[in-house]
């Protein structure tokens, strides 16, 4: 089982990165996906859950209007597009895997994280 975030970087205020997660080791179209982030000293927040079809998307209220999280179950990847970036978004970003039917329930798999820096 395999999670790889990519796509973080250093980007100025107002600016944009598309994050995206590719996921391999399992039936990935049998699990909700969620991205989190985690600031210093501060607790993991979800960011944007997507359901295992991609039709039912929920975004955290500090990120909406701003963020959009897509999936292509044929390509086994999730995407967290982030537009109007501000300071507070500076964390690193976590892909989530949730097990999500009757064989995967119970079951999560997490990436490694990728750090995203909102600074001018």
């Known amino acids: 089982v395999q999670i790889v975030e990519s796509g973080g970087g250093l980007v100025q205020p107002g600016g944009s990165l598309t994050l995206s997660c590719v996921a391999s080791?399992?039936?990935?179209?049998?699990?909700?996906m969620r991205w989190y982030r985690q600031a210093p000293e501060k607790g993991r927040e979800l960011v944007a859950r997507?359901?295992?079809?991609?039709?039912?998307?929920d975004l955290a209220d500090s990120v909406k209007g701003r963020f959009t999280v897509s999936r292509d179950n044929a390509k086994n990847t999730v995407t967290l597009q982030m537009n109007s970036l501000k300071p507070e978004d500076t964390a690193v970003y976590y892909c989530?895997?949730?097990?999500?039917?009757?064989?995967?329930?119970?079951?999560?798999?997490w990436g490694q994280g990728t750090q995203v820096t909102v600074s001018s």
């Open positions: 989530n895997a949730d097990g999500a039917t009757m064989a995967t329930m119970g079951l999560s798999y």
């Open positions: 080791g399992f039936t990935f179209s049998s699990y909700n």
């Open positions: 997507i359901d295992i079809v991609g039709g039912t998307r």
